[in-house]
């Protein structure tokens, strides 16, 4: 499967944005997809994940109550609500896909060209 994540920018703290992941080929439906990022000198972490289904999702501490990871099996697109952006969350955002249908924040094996989102003070 190929991804491209789209939808960064530049927003104030406090404000919203959503990312979305288009995924190309026909196994997206049937694998887990997760977020991540990396900021400027730092190593990539884990963000969200999300199962084939869409009904089991979690959470990395930092995003948790603020973020929402969903998905659209009829369009082969993943999104990423995100909301009361701090300027910590200012990295590059990255969709990734699994190789099996169950949720988690390890073991990824196709990923897209990230997005940056600059969350100004």
């Known amino acids: 499967v190929q991804l491209q994540a789209s939808g960064g920018g530049l927003v104030q703290a406090g404000g919203s944005l959503r990312l979305s992941c288009a995924a190309s080929?026909?196994?997206?439906?049937?694998?887990?997809m997760g977020w991540f990022r990396q900021a400027p000198g730092k190593e990539r972490e884990f963000v969200a994940t999300i199962n084939w289904s869409g009904l089991s999702t979690d959470y990395a501490d930092s995003v948790k109550g603020r973020f929402t990871i969903s998905r659209d099996n009829a369009k082969n697109t993943l999104y990423l609500q995100m909301d009361s952006l701090k300027p910590e969350d200012t990295a590059v955002y990255y969709c990734?896909?699994?190789?099996?249908?169950?949720?988690?924040?390890?073991?990824?094996?196709?990923w897209g060209r990230g997005t940056l989102v600059t969350v100004s003070s």
């Open positions: 990734a896909a699994k190789g099996t249908a169950v949720s988690g924040r390890y073991n990824y094996d196709s």
């Open positions: 080929g026909r196994t997206f439906s049937s694998r887990a």
